[in-house]
């Protein structure tokens, strides 16, 4: 027996339609992801993103491009994805203390890690470190940073990663920080950078800060490349370093 639809049926779904169509107008935020409700924080579960995998860049002359990309990786880790972060060039100096504060907030964070691989000092400034210890730092954090990149080949990063796992067993997003200031100074290759760049893979968020100076060699490389410019900054005025905003 076929049943019919009578026209009253079909126009109690119109009527439906239209009155959600109407609720919709009156309250836009009903068209949001979240439907408009108000954030809630949740526990934090392994997970593993859906749209990570592009090569982001952060340079410029502006404060910001290491606070930006730490943002994003505790971001991520507080969706339940695992992060891990190394740096470059920052082995400390006497203008900051020996602990600074984004190590302890990392540390307390679960699925986020870091590790530093920097030299006392800054390249190319008379105060008292060895340029060529800084160079020699700088081979061996990028020798680190392909064979975290060769761990996330190894993985499946499409599936959930343990939050306290080792990061040379695969990470969601690799935050590479001042690995553009050692490339710009020479310590590494540019052509190296690139070449790390292409070989990650698919699903690896890769994030790379630092330079002063425009990182062509990276255009058609980023997908996101964001120039941090400076308008004005207390360091120009003689301060240093405070702590809680820049350890």
Same mark, same amino acid.
């Given at each position: ?147 975290? =990149? /060769?761990? +996330? ?7 959930? #990663?343990? %939050?306290? !796992?080792?990061? &040379? @067993? ?14 710009d100074r020479g310590l590494v290759d540019?052509?190296?950078? =690139? /070449?790390? +760049? ?7 968020? #890769?994030? %790379?800060? !630092?330079?002063? &100076? @425009? ?33």
């Amino acid at each position: 027996m076929t049943t019919n639809h009578t026209d009253g049926d079909d126009g109690d779904a119109d009527a439906s339609t239209d009155e959600e169509s109407a609720e919709r107008d009156e309250n836009p935020a009903a068209r949001t992801p979240g439907g408009g409700a108000a954030p809630e924080p949740a526990p934090i579960e392994p997970a593993a993103p859906e749209e990570f995998g592009l090569v982001q860049a952060w340079w410029g002359d502006g404060k910001g491009k290491t606070t930006a990309a730490m943002g994003m990786g505790f971001r991520a880790a507080g969706h339940g994805y695992r992060v891990h972060m190394l740096q470059f060039m920052k082995g400390g100096a006497d203008s900051v203390e020996g602990v600074r504060g984004e190590y302890n907030a990392v540390a307390a964070m679960p699925g986020f890690s870091y590790e530093n691989a920097g030299h006392y000092g800054w390249h190319g400034l008379l105060d008292g470190s060895a340029d060529d210890e800084h160079e020699a730092k700088a081979s061996a954090a990028f020798e680190r940073a392909e064979a975290l =990149v /060769a761990g +996330a080949a190894d993985a499946d990063l499409t599936e959930p #990663l343990p %939050l306290d !796992g080792d990061s &040379d @067993e695969g990470v969601h997003m690799l935050i590479l920080d001042e690995v553009l200031y050692a490339a710009d100074r020479g310590l590494v290759d540019p052509d190296d950078v =690139v /070449a790390l +760049a292409e070989s990650k893979p698919e699903a690896l968020e #890769l994030v %790379l800060t !630092g330079s002063h &100076d @425009e990182p062509a060699y990276l255009d058609g490389v980023a997908d996101l490349i964001t120039n941090v410019r400076k308008e004005t900054h207390p360091f120009d005025a003689g301060h240093r370093a405070r702590r809680g905003t820049e350890y």
